[in-house]
């Protein structure tokens, strides 16, 4: 199986890539769109400013390949902000796979959320075996709301959406490689999809 961690200059590319290799498997980093076509497996992380990230992408015309792509990938943090429509950061416009904005935390809570929190309302293969309430780790100071296309949610200052699908995109609000014996369950089930 081939899989592919994009690089775009804006990804914590390396634990990603640790995570994988502890499950048995091997990834190549790439921002070759030849090697992202032929890739089983596609994984988009995403840490840093939006608006930066998507000129990144469009640096090597990512910004018009990943939304057309048939396997399934994985947004990470960023990486799923950025299959949004847009971003309330710097008002970027994002990939659009995903119909809803991302939006700042209110100034009533602290930002960035950083740390553990629940997620629940889990739904989709991706959380096979992941128990209801299970904690995961979180930086962000944007967020996704509920949507038709939220598969797991988490509360901070109000509930949002932790997780979305829509076909074959997938995309978590959390670290999984960074969400210990769980989030590499969550990784090793993207993988086995």
Known sequence: MKIVIIDYKAGNIQSLLFAIERLGFSAKITSNPDEILEANKV?????????????????NQLDLLVPKLKQPLLGICLGMQLLCKNSEESDTKALGIFDVSVKRFPASVLVPQIGWNQIYDLKS?????IPEQSYMYLVHSYYVTKNKNTI???DYSESYSTALQKDNFFGVQFHPEKSGILGSKILENFLKL
């Open 125 to 129: 293969d991706l959380f096979k075996n």
């Open 43 to 59: 994984i988009f992380p995403g840490v840093g400013e939006a608006s930066f990230a998507m000129n990144s992408l469009r640096e």
């Open 152 to 154: 797991a949610t988490t």
